[in-house]
Protein backbone atom coordinates (compact mmCIF):
# COMPACT_ATOMS: atom_id res chain seq x y z
CA UNK A 1 0.00 0.00 0.00
CA UNK A 2 2.04 2.65 -1.21
CA UNK A 3 0.84 6.36 -0.41
CA UNK A 4 2.29 9.60 -0.94
CA UNK A 5 1.42 13.05 0.53
CA UNK A 6 2.68 16.20 -0.54
CA UNK A 7 3.67 18.88 1.91
CA UNK A 8 5.15 22.79 2.21
CA UNK A 9 3.94 26.32 2.35
CA UNK A 10 0.92 26.73 0.19
CA UNK A 11 1.89 30.77 0.00
CA UNK A 12 5.20 31.73 -1.93
CA UNK A 13 6.12 35.19 -2.49
CA UNK A 14 7.15 36.08 -6.57
CA UNK A 15 10.94 35.61 -6.62
CA UNK A 16 11.13 33.10 -4.01
CA UNK A 17 11.80 29.54 -4.23
CA UNK A 18 8.88 27.09 -3.55
CA UNK A 19 9.46 24.02 -1.90
CA UNK A 20 7.72 20.98 -1.33
CA UNK A 21 7.99 17.21 0.25
CA UNK A 22 6.74 14.17 -0.28
CA UNK A 23 6.60 11.71 2.13
CA UNK A 24 6.18 8.04 1.12
CA UNK A 25 4.89 5.39 2.84
CA UNK A 26 4.37 1.88 2.06
CA UNK A 27 7.68 1.30 -0.39
CA UNK A 28 10.97 3.09 -0.27
CA UNK A 29 11.92 5.07 -3.01
CA UNK A 30 15.33 3.23 -3.34
CA UNK A 31 12.97 -0.05 -4.69
CA UNK A 32 13.82 -0.56 -8.08
CA UNK A 33 12.97 0.24 -10.78
CA UNK A 34 10.81 3.22 -9.53
CA UNK A 35 11.02 6.77 -10.19
CA UNK A 36 9.58 9.46 -7.93
CA UNK A 37 7.95 12.31 -9.44
CA UNK A 38 6.29 16.35 -9.64
CA UNK A 39 3.60 16.81 -11.85
CA UNK A 40 1.64 20.10 -11.30
CA UNK A 41 -1.65 21.38 -13.42
CA UNK A 42 -2.07 25.20 -13.83
CA UNK A 43 -5.26 26.80 -13.62
CA UNK A 44 -6.95 26.26 -17.37
CA UNK A 45 -4.18 23.93 -17.78
CA UNK A 46 -3.28 20.50 -18.43
CA UNK A 47 -0.94 18.16 -16.34
CA UNK A 48 2.75 19.34 -16.60
CA UNK A 49 5.58 17.23 -15.80
CA UNK A 50 7.81 18.43 -13.84
CA UNK A 51 10.49 16.39 -13.35
CA UNK A 52 11.66 13.03 -11.21
CA UNK A 53 14.35 11.71 -9.40
CA UNK A 54 14.81 7.89 -9.93
CA UNK A 55 15.60 4.41 -6.99
CA UNK A 56 19.08 5.33 -8.01
CA UNK A 57 19.06 9.33 -7.37
CA UNK A 58 19.81 10.26 -10.81
CA UNK A 59 17.11 13.31 -11.83
CA UNK A 60 15.01 14.49 -14.99
CA UNK A 61 13.55 17.57 -15.63
CA UNK A 62 10.99 19.20 -18.22
CA UNK A 63 12.94 20.65 -20.32
CA UNK A 64 10.69 23.80 -19.90
CA UNK A 65 11.75 23.95 -16.45
CA UNK A 66 15.10 22.68 -15.38
CA UNK A 67 16.62 25.88 -15.52
CA UNK A 68 14.49 26.48 -12.29
CA UNK A 69 13.75 23.10 -11.16
CA UNK A 70 15.63 20.71 -8.22
CA UNK A 71 14.48 17.31 -7.29
CA UNK A 72 16.51 15.88 -3.97
CA UNK A 73 15.81 13.19 -1.51
CA UNK A 74 16.15 11.70 1.79
CA UNK A 75 16.02 8.20 1.93
CA UNK A 76 16.68 8.10 5.82
CA UNK A 77 13.11 10.23 5.76
CA UNK A 78 11.76 8.36 2.59
CA UNK A 79 10.87 11.78 1.29
CA UNK A 80 11.79 13.62 -1.94
CA UNK A 81 11.64 17.13 -2.06
CA UNK A 82 10.62 20.03 -5.06
CA UNK A 83 12.38 23.03 -4.85
CA UNK A 84 10.99 25.97 -7.98
CA UNK A 85 13.12 29.16 -8.19
CA UNK A 86 11.94 32.36 -9.15
CA UNK A 87 8.54 31.84 -8.90
CA UNK A 88 6.00 33.36 -10.70
CA UNK A 89 2.24 33.66 -10.64
CA UNK A 90 2.43 31.54 -13.77
CA UNK A 91 3.51 28.78 -11.66
CA UNK A 92 0.33 29.10 -8.88
CA UNK A 93 -1.69 25.96 -9.09
CA UNK A 94 -2.06 22.18 -7.74
CA UNK A 95 1.29 20.14 -6.99
CA UNK A 96 1.30 16.46 -7.21
CA UNK A 97 3.79 13.87 -6.34
CA UNK A 98 3.91 10.60 -8.05
CA UNK A 99 5.41 7.15 -8.46
CA UNK A 100 6.47 6.76 -11.74
CA UNK A 101 7.62 3.85 -13.62
CA UNK A 102 9.55 3.57 -17.17
CA UNK A 103 7.67 2.19 -20.39
CA UNK A 104 9.53 1.86 -24.09
CA UNK A 105 6.85 4.58 -24.98
CA UNK A 106 5.59 6.27 -21.88
CA UNK A 107 5.48 6.31 -17.99
CA UNK A 108 2.88 5.38 -16.33
CA UNK A 109 2.24 7.01 -13.17
CA UNK A 110 0.15 4.29 -10.31
CA UNK A 111 0.41 6.45 -6.73
CA UNK A 112 -0.26 10.02 -6.22
CA UNK A 113 -0.50 11.94 -3.47
CA UNK A 114 -3.89 13.98 -2.53
CA UNK A 115 -2.42 17.09 -4.04
CA UNK A 116 -1.68 20.75 -2.56
CA UNK A 117 -2.33 24.09 -3.66
CA UNK A 118 0.22 26.34 -3.76
CA UNK A 119 -0.50 30.44 -4.75
CA UNK A 120 1.68 32.84 -5.73
CA UNK A 121 1.55 36.30 -4.16
CA UNK A 122 2.98 38.96 -2.69
Known amino acids: QVQLQ ?52 STRYSPSLKSRTSISRDTSRNQFSLHLNSVTPEDAGEYYCARESLGAVTSTFEHWGQGTQVTVSS
Open 6 to 57: ESGPGLVKPSQTLSLTCTVSGGSITANYYYWTWIRRAPGKGLEWMGSIGYSG
